[in-house]
């Protein structure tokens, strides 16, 4: 009798494979917005301005930001309206100045000006979600992370390391059943840039240069 496939074993050596080829495709893929590693703030606001925006503008516009206000303890006494003015070239000004305000706040004053390190005191600080706290965790403090942004919800799906599966917490879910942890952090940095060099969400993928068109699924 043939034995049948066991899915999630299946699903773990494409991913190994996955991950393997990537590694050899982007040796060097990092997270994209510019931060110093010992300011992890900065990242915190970086993520909150890079919703809806591109990482490059968000680089530029943190530069103005942090010269008029170039620590927490600047930013957490700075009124909303001033933040605003500054970040609002990345869009959603109002709400995303009302966040950075507010989470420089709380570090302020409930962590002496530093980032926490655990996923859950993370989601406790305003306008910090999974996305944010896992980049935090695996950029910064070299935890495990997997960061489900529209790259890697989309190249997932397509590959083939989840089945139909859009909504950011759960693809997380199921990608932590399939890649070892210490992984997750820097395939998430290839797959958004295969996803911005390859495999597009606006243009047709270009599956016939794709280091991945032996193992992919093409669920396109
Ligand atoms: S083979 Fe095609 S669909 Fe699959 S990852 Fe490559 S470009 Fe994307």
């Not at 299946?10 to 991950?19: G, M, Q, R």
């Not at 010269?67 to 309206?81: G, I, R, T």
């Not at 950011?168 to 879910?173: Q, R, T």
């Amino acid at each position: 009798m043939r034995k049948t496939k066991d899915p999630l074993k299946e699903k773990k050596e494409l991913a190994l494979k996955v991950i393997e080829l990537l590694k050899e495709e982007y040796p060097s893929s990092d997270c994209t917005l510019t931060y110093d590693r010992d300011q992890a703030w900065k990242l915190l606001v970086s993520v909150r301005l890079a919703a809806q925006c591109t990482d490059a503008r968000v680089n530029v516009v943190v530069e103005d930001l942090y010269k008029e206000f170039p620590d927490v303890e600047a930013l957490a006494n700075a009124e909303v309206s001033e933040i605003e003015r500054l970040v609002r070239p990345c869009g959603l000004g109002n709400s995303k100045a009302r966040d950075i305000s507010a989470c420089m706040k709380m570090l302020r004053d409930q962590y002496h000006g530093k980032v926490p390190d655990t996923m859950e005191e993370l989601l406790k600080l305003p306008g910090v979600g999974r996305k944010s706290a896992n980049l935090v965790l695996g950029d910064v403090y070299g935890k495990p992370a997997i960061v489900t942004d529209t790259h890697c919800i989309r190249l997932s799906n397509r590959i083939g390391l989840v089945d139909d599966v859009k909504e950011p917490g759960k693809v997380e879910k199921e990608l932590w059943k399939i890649i070892p942890p210490k992984e997750g952090n820097a395939l998430c940095h290839r797959l958004v840039d295969h996803g911005r060099a390859v495999c597009s969400a606006r243009t047709k993928p270009a599956c016939e240069k794709c280091c991945l068109k032996e193992i992919c699924k093409k669920r396109i």
